[in-house]
């Protein structure tokens, strides 16, 4: 098909003749492609924090400093270590997602407990500097206590690891004074949306197909000063994908974007209900 990879054996077949054996080694040599890729992002995220870390030993082993400037690089050599933390845990998460197709178990969790966890690191990774919105209640229900909310099933850690990234991207790439907001909305099909908005710097339409790709980054320097790991929508794509569901991506430059993870209705189901067991 033109573009492709083929791997051509000859063997002898007796009386002089020849067996053309030919396999389409396409796919395999892209998997290799992609190891080889991810093996050499890995080396170089890695790497980079550690020749700033050795340069700060040197410093520290080598200079007479000042306590002040001891504690500046104590301090720079926290960030860095920080860092290199983020994405071992990140690589960590990645695995483990990939490594099994299914969540390992599928307890209903309320939605509001799911929904304080991701409050409380908002709050603390904004510090005040952004208007943030939290309605974790189902707001297509129409009583006046909506609040009164939903549970999901699903795995907590990953649920929460999935909507958490999310809000913690709104927050890093969203200025000071910026707006972030939280929805939860369940739509006519009884499918659950938890939609993350920000007033911030948008993707412009030829990055948004490549974003949950492992390491593609938009702006490098501002993913990483942040302390971004370039993997973080990665972990949402599958963090959705393993409860049924996905995660749609929508944005327009200098306006901001939203995330949408979208749950099947079978997973989702008011707090007082009967027992019933999910399925997707
Ligand atoms: P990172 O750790 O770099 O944030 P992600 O996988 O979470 O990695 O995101 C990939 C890229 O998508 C980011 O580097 C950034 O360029 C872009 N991005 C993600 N979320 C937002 C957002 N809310 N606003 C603008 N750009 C975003």
Same mark, same amino acid.
């Given at each position: 098909h033109g573009r492709g990879q083929l791997s051509i054996l000859v063997r002898p077949y007796g009386d002089g003749q020849h067996l053309l054996i030919t396999q389409d080694v396409t796919a395999r040599e892209r998997a290799d492609?992609?190891?080889?890729?991810?093996v050499a992002n890995v080396s170089h995220e890695i790497r980079t924090p550690l020749t700033v870390l050795a340069g700060f030993v040197e410093t520290m082993a080598t200079l007479p400093l000042s306590e002040v400037e001891r504690q500046r690089v104590l301090s720079l050599m926290g960030q860095q270590t920080r860092r290199m933390q983020a994405l071992v845990g990140d690589l960590l998460t990645l695995t483990r997602l990939e490594g099994s197709p299914r969540p390992p178990s599928d307890a209903w969790l309320p939605l509001q407990r799911l929904g304080d966890a991701v409050d409380t690191d908002a709050r603390s990774l904004s510090n005040g500097r952004h208007q943030l919105s939290f309605h974790w209640e189902d707001e297509a229900n129409?009583?006046?206590?909506?609040a009164k909310g939903l549970q999901l099933a699903g795995n907590e850690v990953? +649920?929460?690891?999935g909507?958490? !990234? +999310?809000? !913690? !991207?709104?927050?890093?790439?969203?200025?000071?004074?910026?707006?972030?907001?939280?929805? %939860? %909305?369940?739509r006519p099909d009884g499918a659950l949306e938890i939609r993350v908005s920000d007033t911030g710097p948008g993707i412009a339409p030829e990055h948004l197909p490549r974003l949950t790709e492992r390491f593609?980054?938009?702006?490098?320097?501002?993913?990483?000063?942040?302390?971004g790991t370039g993997l973080g929508l990665s972990i949402v794509k599958h963090v959705a994908q393993r409860h049924g569901g996905e995660l749609r991506i929508a944005s327009e430059l200098g306006r901001g974007s939203t995330f949408t993870l979208l749950l099947p209705a079978s997973r989702v189901r008011p707090l007082v209900s009967q027992p019933q067991a999910a399925t997707a």
């Amino acid at each position: 098909h033109g573009r492709g990879q083929l791997s051509i054996l000859v063997r002898p077949y007796g009386d002089g003749q020849h067996l053309l054996i030919t396999q389409d080694v396409t796919a395999r040599e892209r998997a290799d492609a992609t190891r080889r890729d991810f093996v050499a992002n890995v080396s170089h995220e890695i790497r980079t924090p550690l020749t700033v870390l050795a340069g700060f030993v040197e410093t520290m082993a080598t200079l007479p400093l000042s306590e002040v400037e001891r504690q500046r690089v104590l301090s720079l050599m926290g960030q860095q270590t920080r860092r290199m933390q983020a994405l071992v845990g990140d690589l960590l998460t990645l695995t483990r997602l990939e490594g099994s197709p299914r969540p390992p178990s599928d307890a209903w969790l309320p939605l509001q407990r799911l929904g304080d966890a991701v409050d409380t690191d908002a709050r603390s990774l904004s510090n005040g500097r952004h208007q943030l919105s939290f309605h974790w209640e189902d707001e297509a229900n129409g009583e006046a206590d909506g609040a009164k909310g939903l549970q999901l099933a699903g795995n907590e850690v990953e +649920l929460q690891s999935g909507v958490g !990234n +999310l809000v !913690n !991207n709104a927050v890093r790439y969203t200025p000071d004074g910026g707006t972030v907001s939280v929805r %939860c %909305c369940r739509r006519p099909d009884g499918a659950l949306e938890i939609r993350v908005s920000d007033t911030g710097p948008g993707i412009a339409p030829e990055h948004l197909p490549r974003l949950t790709e492992r390491f593609y980054r938009v702006d490098g320097s501002r993913s990483r000063d942040t302390g971004g790991t370039g993997l973080g929508l990665s972990i949402v794509k599958h963090v959705a994908q393993r409860h049924g569901g996905e995660l749609r991506i929508a944005s327009e430059l200098g306006r901001g974007s939203t995330f949408t993870l979208l749950l099947p209705a079978s997973r989702v189901r008011p707090l007082v209900s009967q027992p019933q067991a999910a399925t997707a």
